[in-house]
């Protein structure tokens, strides 16, 4: 039995480097650009940026540069910020290892979005186990939402209306 767990983890994680390791498609560049500068994200970082804007929902965008599904989502990402950014935070995390794997990626893809550097123990506090990951925080700093997979902005759009709904 525990050798069929093992077989079936060992599949579970070869899935996943396959669904994030493939994929050429070169972003598309935006009018818009991130600043350069990307600050730590940390688990204390986020408690403090939740209690430091109450009576607002946040949404986390747990990524890296490398996943194919991460780049799709990240335009995703700017539309709801362009759109709602007013109503609520949304956040991109990054979980490249280097800050030159931000560098490069921006420098062929300008983005208007808070853009962090994250680190493994924010990604286990909230069991990011795939990439991407988003994370819906309440008004009062409560996760209400955490789901792996990329998410249309139609699908963002109206999580988002119902999280500033409530």
Not at 21 to 36: H, K, R, T
Not at 101 to 129: C, N, R, S, T
Request: charged share 20%; with cysteine; hydrophobic share 45%.
């Amino acid at each position: 039995m525990k050798n069929l767990q093992r077989i079936a983890v060992i599949l579970v994680f070869s899935l996943f480097l396959i669904a994030c390791s493939g994929g050429s498609s070169e972003p598309e560049a935006s009018s818009a650009a991130n600043d350069g500068s990307y600050p730590k994200m940390g688990v204390a970082e986020l408690d403090a940026f939740l209690v430091e804007n109450p009576g607002k929902p946040t949404i986390v965008l747990f990524w890296t540069t490398w996943c194919p599904s991460c780049k799709e989502e990240i335009p995703e990402m700017e539309k709801l910020n362009k759109s709602h950014g007013d109503k609520i935070n949304i956040l991109a995390v990054s979980l490249d290892e280097k800050v030159e794997a931000l560098d490069a990626f921006f420098a062929k893809q300008k983005v208007d979005l808070p853009v962090y550097m994250g680190d493994q123990a924010i990604a286990q506090k909230y069991e990011v186990e795939a990439i991407p990951t988003l994370a819906f925080f309440d008004k009062t700093g409560k996760l209400t939402f955490a789901k792996a997979g990329a998410f249309p902005y139609a699908m963002l759009q109206a999580m988002a209306e119902k999280m500033i709904g409530q």
